[in-house]
């Protein structure tokens, strides 16, 4: 059983990966920055490096996504049944998500099969009101802040361009908006390339962002197994979580890039900005939200603002936010129920 969860648990960073590594520098690619190749290289890199440094910062996160305080201490010692529940009912929740090519949270899937286990396993024991206060709220809470925020932010920028005389070339086709570049100089640089430096490290801080907040979340499932070193836990998933990316991303990170609202250079700058400060914030506090909630409400907003945002689109990517924990559970809560029968 030991095994067997630290093998599901590479399964749902993989699964993580694939989903959400590219969704730190879809305003690269979507905005024609840079290639989609340079993109998830530098997304990997900076993941890497946020999962790395999450063994130093992000302990209240283990603590949390081990379901400690939602259900009894006792299950979470002697169980690994229920972790592996928890994590093979995400995993198989995020994996199907992005094998259609849907952008969902792999922190929803977790809090659902939090929920489906820990129902199955202690019944009306379950903390429901901690999975309130705790998951839930920040995770529907987030992508709303992001969008309010994006839209503020994106606004001020705007006036600071104009005020400052920074002009934008026309594109050739109207409708390309990832055409226009920034016109003139600045500190000896043109804007332009300034701009796609900020750009670039506005994005690594988010896939840093990304690797920080999710690690923890998923290497709590192994606090079960207390003869593995969590710092090796971390490093493993943080491999597993660069895997998946480099092999799996391609379809959701179309998706996201090119499909919520077309964007220019400055446009995905400031959607990264915004993500990258509200994940990187949450991290440090051990909220958990989730970055694909925070990245996709930030680009919504900015969509918003520019009246370019596809509404259908959005509507096809809430309706899979909405039905990520109920299937997490379902999935979890059969795992579960099937391994007690097995042991």
């Given at each position: 059983?030991?095994?067997?969860?630290f093998?599901?648990?590479?399964?749902?960073?993989?699964?993580?990966?694939?989903?959400?590594n590219?969704?730190?520098?879809?305003?690269?690619f979507?905005?024609?920055?840079t290639?989609?190749?340079?993109?998830?290289t530098?997304?990997?890199?900076?993941?890497?490096?946020g999962?790395?440094t999450?063994?130093?910062?992000?302990?209240?996160?283990?603590k949390?996504?081990?379901g400690?305080?939602?259900?009894?201490?006792?299950l979470?010692?002697?169980?690994p049944?229920?972790a592996?529940?928890?994590a093979?009912?995400?995993?198989l929740t995020v994996?199907?998500?992005?094998?259609?090519?849907?952008p969902i949270?792999?922190?929803?899937?977790?809090?659902?099969?939090?929920?489906g286990?820990?129902v199955?396993?202690?019944?009306?024991d379950f903390?429901?009101?901690?999975?309130i206060?705790?998951?839930?709220?920040?995770?529907?809470?987030?992508p709303?802040?992001?969008?309010?925020?994006?839209l503020?932010?994106?606004?001020?920028?705007?006036?600071?361009?104009?005020?400052?005389?920074?002009?934008k070339?026309?594109?050739?086709?109207?409708?390309?908006?990832?055409?226009?570049?920034?016109?003139?100089?600045?500190?000896?640089?043109?804007?332009?390339?300034?701009?796609?430096?900020?750009?670039?490290?506005?994005?690594?801080v988010?896939?840093?962002?990304?690797?920080?907040?999710?690690?923890?979340?998923?290497?709590?499932?192994l606090?079960?197994?207390n003869?593995?070193?969590?710092?090796?836990?971390?490093?493993?998933?943080?491999?597993?979580?660069?895997?998946?990316?480099l092999l799996?991303?391609k379809?959701?990170?179309?998706?996201?890039?090119?499909?919520i609202?077309?964007?220019?250079?400055?446009?995905?700058?400031?959607?990264n900005?915004?993500?990258?400060l509200l994940v990187?914030?949450?991290?440090v506090?051990?909220?958990?939200?989730?970055?694909t909630?925070v990245?996709?409400?930030?680009?919504?907003?900015?969509?918003?603002?520019?009246?370019?945002?596809?509404?259908g689109?959005i509507?096809?990517?809430?309706?899979?936010?909405?039905?990520?924990l109920?299937?997490?559970?379902?999935?979890s809560?059969?795992?579960?129920?099937?391994l007690?029968?097995?042991s």
């Amino acid at each position: 059983m030991i095994i067997l969860l630290f093998l599901v648990a590479l399964f749902l960073a993989y699964s993580n990966g694939a989903n959400d590594n590219f969704k730190g520098v879809a305003t690269l690619f979507g905005s024609k920055t840079t290639s989609y190749k340079n993109a998830i290289t530098w997304a990997t890199i900076t993941t890497f490096l946020g999962s790395v440094t999450a063994i130093f910062l992000a302990g209240k996160l283990v603590k949390n996504f081990s379901g400690k305080g939602l259900v009894p201490d006792l299950l979470l010692q002697t169980s690994p049944e229920f972790a592996i529940s928890i994590a093979l009912g995400a995993a198989l929740t995020v994996f199907l998500a992005t094998k259609i090519g849907m952008p969902i949270s792999t922190t929803h899937s977790l809090v659902g099969g939090l929920f489906g286990a820990g129902v199955i396993a202690v019944g009306s024991d379950f903390n429901f009101d901690k999975l309130i206060d705790k998951f839930l709220f920040p995770l529907i809470a987030s992508p709303l802040m992001a969008a309010v925020v994006a839209l503020v932010v994106y606004f001020i920028f705007t006036s600071l361009r104009k005020a400052m005389k920074v002009e934008k070339s026309l594109p050739e086709n109207p409708d390309n908006v990832a055409e226009e570049r920034y016109l003139g100089s600045s500190l000896g640089i043109t804007n332009q390339k300034l701009l796609d430096g900020l750009h670039f490290l506005s994005s690594g801080v988010v896939s840093f962002a990304r690797g920080l907040n999710d690690t923890p979340k998923i290497v709590g499932l192994l606090l079960v197994i207390n003869s593995l070193d969590i710092r090796y836990g971390m490093i493993a998933v943080a491999v597993a979580m660069a895997l998946g990316g480099l092999l799996n991303a391609k379809k959701v990170g179309k998706l996201i890039s090119e499909k919520i609202t077309p964007m220019n250079s400055g446009q995905g700058f400031t959607a990264n900005l915004i993500t990258g400060l509200l994940v990187t914030t949450a991290s440090v506090h051990g909220m958990p939200v989730s970055t694909t909630h925070v990245s996709i409400g930030s680009i919504f907003g900015i969509g918003t603002i520019t009246k370019k945002a596809n509404f259908g689109v959005i509507k096809k990517i809430l309706v899979s936010w909405v039905l990520t924990l109920p299937i997490a559970a379902i999935f979890s809560g059969l795992v579960y129920y099937l391994l007690t029968i097995l042991s």
